[in-house]
C-alpha cells in the first residue's frame, strides 16, 4: 500500500490586511487538488511584526477556503444574480460602458477604488478610468481614510507618507503621544513598538474611549487625554500653547528648518489651558504633563514623537487638526530629526500605495497632480496617448457617490475592493444611489453587501493567489506572492481590465496582465514625482532589500537604496524648511441639542477588519467580536431607559441603527462608541454625517449627534 506524503510547500508574504503587513509564511500541500484546504499560516520575523501576528492574521487562511467563493462572473436577469460566462459578463458590461457615455458623455461612467488594491492594480485602475474610458469620475475608499492626514502633510512637509521613518525606530522611543489611534485593537504587532515609551511612563494616547491602548499607557504611569470626539484641534492648540508658555520649545529648530511659526502661535495663543480643559474636557494637569514628558525625551536625546490616526483625522476639520498636531511636533523640534517626529499611521492593507499611483481623483501615478501640465505631459507620454486626452480632476469618494444615478451624474459605477453599502457615510442614501445606477459592477471574491446589489459580478483572486506590490505604512514596498494556487473560474483584476479595455477599442497590449510588466510601467510613469519608484525592481524586492520610497532610479549610478527616514536634510518644500499653517477650531459639524443629547464615535474592534466584509466569513473571528453594540456610560444608559444586554436604536438626524447595550464606566458621558463592520439594520454608517472637509474632503464619521431608545 502506498501512502501519499504531503508536497509541503511554503511561500513569504505579507497578511491581506491592514497597513502594518505583517510578515507571514503561507504553506501548502502543493500536490492537492485544492491547494487552499491545505493552507496554514504561520508569522514570519519582520521589522514591523517581529513575527507575531493578530487574530486577523492567524485566521486569514480561512478566507481562501471559504465556501461562498465566487468562482464564476454573475448577471442579473428576472432580479436574480445568476452565472454567466466571462465572455458574456464582459460583453454586457463594456456594452453597459458605451452606451451610458454615448448617452451622457465620458464621466457618465464611475471607478470606485480601495487601498487593499495592490500598486500594479491601483495603477491599472487609474490609466483604465482615464484611457479606455476618459472619465474623470474615480475616486477610492481611502478618501474615507487617511486623506486627512495626506492633506496636512503635504502643506507642512511638502510629501506626504504615512511615516516617513521606519516602524521599528519607535521603539527606543520614551515619549509617544497618539491622537485617535487603538493600534492594540487595529495593529496589535504594532503595541510591540510603544513598549518602551509605554514602561518608561512615557506613552500618552488621546481618545474619547478608555482603550486597550489606553490601558497600556496607564499601566506603564502614561496618560489617557480623555476629550470629547472632535475636539483634537483645540487639544492639538492647547498643547501648543503650554508647550510656548513653559518654555518647551525648540526656538533654534524653528529657526533654522521652519516658516510660519508666528501666525501658528497667534492662532494658539487664543488657547490658554483653562478654555482648553473647559472644550476638550481635558485637565490642565494632563495637558501640562503631556507638554512635559514630551519635552523631556526631546531633550534628552530619548525620542519623542506625535502619531495621529482616524480618530483625529475623520472629521470635517481633519486637515485643519493634523495641522495643529503638526504645528506642535514642530514646535517641539521633532520632524525630520533621527529618533523623532511625526507620522500619520495607515490604516488600510495598501492605503500609502494606493493613494500614489492615480486612483485618487486628482492625482496621476507618482503622487503627481493631474493639473500639473508637465505631469500630464510625462505621464500621457508613457501611456502613449496626446496630453490633452486625459481628463481634469474628477469628484471626491463621497461628492462622487452623492452623484451617481442623479440627472447629470455618471449613470454606471464599477467597484474594486470597496462594500459602500456598509463603509459610507450616511449609508442608507448611498445605497439608494447605488440602486438608482442603470448598471453596477463590482469586482470581489465574496457576495458583499454592495456586490449582492450590481448587475454584474466578476469574481476575482485574493491575496493570496496573485503576484504584486503593496507599500506598508513606512512606505516600504513589499512583495506579495501566490502562495496557493487559485479555483478555476476567478480573473486578476489586471486581466478583466484589460479584456474590457479591448472591448473599448483600445489596441492590443496597451494594457499589460502580467503584474511585473505593469510594475515596470508604473516605474517609468512614478520617475521623477513625488512617490518614484523608478529605482525599485521585482528582482531588488525579491532579494529582500528593504526599499522606501522615494527611490529613483540614477542612469550610470549604482542602485539608489531607498528612503528610509525622509526630511533629515531638507524637507520637500521649496524653501527645503518645514511649514507651520496657522488653524482656527471650528467644531463639529453637527452639535448635540435636547432631540439628540449625545455625540456618537465609531471604530474598529480586535476582530474585525473595515467593512467586515471578509472577517464576517471567518467563524472564529465572528465568536470573538459578538454582535453589534453601543458602548456608553452605565449613567447614561440608565437615564435613556436602557440596561446591560438590551437592544437599542441609536438615532441620528440621517439613520437609525439597531445594537447591544454595552455598558462601561470608562465612558464620557455625553458619547457612545460603535464598531462599524456590522452590515444590515447594525450598520454604525446609517448614522454618520457626510460634512466634508473643505480640503481633504473627508467625511465626519467620528462625531454625529444621536439619541438612545429602547427596542422591545
Not at 470606485?112 to 472619465?135: D, I, S, W
Not at 516602524?167 to 513598549?195: Q, S
Not at 437615564?639 to 436604536?649: D, F, N, Q, S, T
Request: charged fraction near 20%; aromatic fraction near 6%; glycine fraction near 12%.
Amino acid at each position: 500500500m502506498t501512502i501519499a506524503v504531503p508536497s509541503l510547500v511554503s511561500t513569504p508574504t505579507h497578511c491581506p490586511y491592514c497597513g502594518l503587513q505583517c510578515a507571514m509564511n503561507i504553506s501548502r500541500d502543493s500536490s492537492a487538488t485544492d491547494q487552499a484546504l491545505t493552507a496554514t499560516v504561520t508569522g514570519r520575523s519582520f521589522p514591523t511584526n517581529r513575527g507575531g501576528l493578530c487574530q486577523k492574521g492567524w485566521t486569514s487562511a480561512e478566507l481562501l477556503r471559504n465556501p461562498n467563493r465566487l468562482t464564476a462572473p454573475l448577471v442579473r436577469r428576472d432580479g436574480e444574480l445568476r452565472p454567466a460566462s466571462w465572455d458574456t459578463a464582459l460583453d454586457i458590461v463594456a456594452d453597459g460602458f458605451a452606451a451610458a457615455q454615448a448617452k451622457g458623455g465620458r464621466d457618465a461612467v464611475a471607478i470606485f477604488g480601495g487601498g487593499g488594491l495592490t500598486n500594479e492594480k491601483a495603477y491599472q485602475l487609474g490609466k483604465f478610468a482615464r484611457v479606455a474610458l476618459g472619465t474623470s469620475n474615480i475616486d477610492y475608499n481611502g478618501r474615507f481614510c487617511m486623506s486627512s492626514a495626506a492633506a496636512a502633510g503635504g502643506k507642512a512637509f511638502g510629501l506626504d507618507r504615512g511615516l516617513p521613518f521606519p516602524v521599528a525606530d519607535l521603539g527606543a522611543a520614551r515619549a509617544i503621544l497618539i491622537l485617535g489611534g487603538n493600534v492594540a485593537e487595529t495593529m496589535p504587532p504594532f503595541l510591540g513598538h510603544l513598549a518602551t515609551a509605554a514602561d518608561a511612563g512615557g506613552l500618552v494616547v488621546a481618545d474619547p474611549r478608555r482603550t486597550a491602548t489606553v490601558e497600556r499607557a496607564l499601566a506603564g504611569g502614561g496618560v489617557h487625554l480623555q476629550l470629547s470626539p472632535g475636539t483634537d484641534l483645540p487639544l492639538a492648540l492647547g498643547l501648543l500653547h503650554l508647550a510656548v508658555l513653559d518654555g518647551r520649545v525648540d526656538h533654534n529648530y524653528i529657526g533654522s528648518r521652519t516658516e510660519g511659526f508666528d501666525d501658528a502661535w497667534l492662532a494658539a495663543a487664543q488657547w490658554w489651558p483653562e478654555r482648553t480643559e473647559r472644550v476638550t474636557g481635558v485637565p490642565v494637569s494632563a495637558l501640562r504633563r503631556t507638554v512635559e514628558i514630551l519635552w523631556r525625551a526631546q531633550q534628552s536625546d530619548t525620542g519623542a514623537y506625535i502619531l495621529t490616526a482616524r480618530g483625529a483625522e475623520q472629521h470635517a476639520t481633519g486637515t485643519d487638526t493634523v495641522s495643529a498636531v503638526i504645528n506642535l511636533a514642530l514646535a517641539l523640534g521633532l520632524p525630520g530629526r533621527r529618533g523623532s517626529g511625526y507620522g500619520a499611521i495607515t490604516g488600510q492593507g495598501n492605503g500609502q500605495g494606493g493613494r500614489e499611483h492615480g486612483q485618487k481623483a486628482d492625482q496621476l501615478p507618482g503622487y503627481r497632480k493631474i493639473t500639473d501640465p508637465a505631469a500630464r505631459v510625462h505621464v500621457a507620454q508613457v501611456w502613449g496617448i496626446d496630453p490633452a486626452e486625459l481628463p481634469g480632476p474628477g469628484k471626491s469618494a463621497y461628492e462622487l457617490l452623492e452623484s451617481i444615478g442623479a440627472p447629470g451624474g455618471p449613470s454606471a459605477l464599477m467597484v474594486h475592493g470597496a462594500n459602500l453599502a456598509v463603509s459610507a457615510p450616511r449609508a442608507g442614501h448611498v445605497v439608494d444611489r447605488l440602486a438608482a445606477l442603470d448598471m453596477l459592477v463590482v469586482n470581489d471574491f465574496l457576495l458583499s453587501e454592495t456586490a449582492a446589489m450590481a448587475d454584474v459580478v466578476l469574481p476575482v483572486l485574493q491575496w493570496a493567489e496573485e503576484e504584486g506590490t503593496m507599500t506598508s505604512l513606512e512606505g516600504r514596498v513589499l512583495r506579495r506572492k501566490v502562495a496557493v494556487s487559485a479555483p478555476e473560474g476567478p480573473r486578476s483584476e489586471l486581466e478583466v481590465l484589460a479584456e474590457l479595455a479591448r472591448r473599448l477599442g483600445q489596441p492590443a497590449g496597451r494594457f499589460g496582465t502580467d503584474p511585473e510588466t505593469v510594475f515596470e510601467e508604473l516605474r517609468l510613469a512614478s520617475a521623477g514625482g513625488v512617490a518614484d519608484y523608478s529605482g525599485i525592481s521585482y528582482a531588488r524586492l525579491d532579494a529582500g532589500e528593504a526599499l522606501h520610497w522615494p527611490c529613483p532610479e540614477v542612469e550610470g549610478e549604482a542602485d539608489h537604496p531607498g528612503t528610509p527616514r525622509l526630511f533629515l536634510d531638507r524637507f520637500e518644500t521649496p524653501s527645503g524648511r518645514a511649514r507651520f499653517v496657522a488653524v482656527e477650531h471650528r467644531g463639529p459639524d453637527e452639535v448635540m441639542d435636547t432631540e439628540y443629547p449625545l455625540v456618537a464615535t465609531t471604530g474598529r474592534v480586535l476582530a474585525h477588519y473595515q467593512s467586515g466584509a471578509q472577517t464576517r466569513r471567518i467563524d472564529e473571528l465572528v465568536r470573538a467580536a459578538g454582535e453589534m453594540f453601543v458602548q456608553v456610560h452605565p449613567d447614561t444608559a440608565r437615564r435613556m431607559g436602557l440596561a446591560e444586554g438590551g437592544l437599542a436604536a441609536v438615532v441620528s438626524r440621517r439613520g437609525r441603527t439597531e445594537a447591544t447595550v454595552r455598558c462601561d464606566d470608562s465612558m464620557r458621558l455625553d458619547t457612545v462608541f460603535l464598531p462599524f463592520h456590522f452590515a444590515g439594520a447594525g450598520r454604525a454608517n446609517l448614522l454618520t454625517n457626510p460634512a466634508l472637509d473643505p480640503t481633504s474632503r473627508m467625511p465626519e464619521f467620528k462625531a454625529c449627534a444621536v439619541k438612545l431608545e429602547a427596542v422591545a
